[in-house]
């Protein structure tokens, strides 16, 4: 019975704390597909059909997808509330559809071993983006992705070293924009994620190593405050894919 309580006050604090984060911060479900190196190909057709189908049926839902370097598809879709998880998108369609609908996800699961969801919350106050936030930027769907790990006692001390960076890139104008997660309902460890996009790998070099002349020798104390309560970190590289992103058409209301 005190587990029982204890994993349903756990409950009502995460829907408490995910609903509050929501004035300031943006949560958003993630779906994540750990396709096959040799499956890819096949996997990125079947996603363009489903998309194709999901057109078709006007699919009341809408996602930007990105991939990444270890052959990671991740579905990103902004939702305001935990009630907004058990919401039924594909139900209609599916329904429609009938067994063209199953048929399409067991191709799916040919191509992949495992998939999964969970939730991450976009930091308004650690993102730096001084001309206005936004996950996808035209010409730039190159990505790098740095995953800052954190035990949960060091999460305040962590906060604050990214809030003084942040203030660096601020003070200097930097142009090196970067936005900040951290993880929430469904990860099994508490990490930062920071994203920053360029138009191609030569790009984001390019821009970094202008952007460390920028900082000058100041940065490496400023870094240190934030990476002294990082347990590990991971870098991947990825992309942006709008062809393989979806979003609802909007009926049009005549006047």
Known sequence: M??????????????????LTQAQNQAYSIHVDYVKPYKAAEYEKISKEFIAACKEYNAPTSWITSTVSDFRYMYITPIDKMADLDERPFANMAKQ????????????DECYDKHNDYVVIMDKNLTYMPEGISQTQEGQNYRKFYYLYVTPENRGKLKEGMKGIKDMFASKESKQYYRV?????????????????????????????????????ERHEVFAKAINYVSRMEEFSGAMRPDLAYSQKQKVTKK
Request: proline content about 0%; aromatic content about 14%; hydrophobic content about 40%.
């Open 2 to 19: 005190k587990m029982l309580k204890n994993t349903l006050l756990f409950a009502f604090l995460l829907c408490l704390t995910l609903n």
């Open 181 to 217: 997660y951290r993880s929430g309902f469904g990860n099994l460890e508490n990490y930062y994620l920071v994203a920053i996009s360029a138009k191609d790998e030569i790009d984001y070099a390019t821009k970094s190593k202008a952007n460390d002349e920028l900082l000058g020798e």
């Open 97 to 108: 559809m009938g067994d063209d609908f199953g048929k399409m996800f067991d191709q799916f």
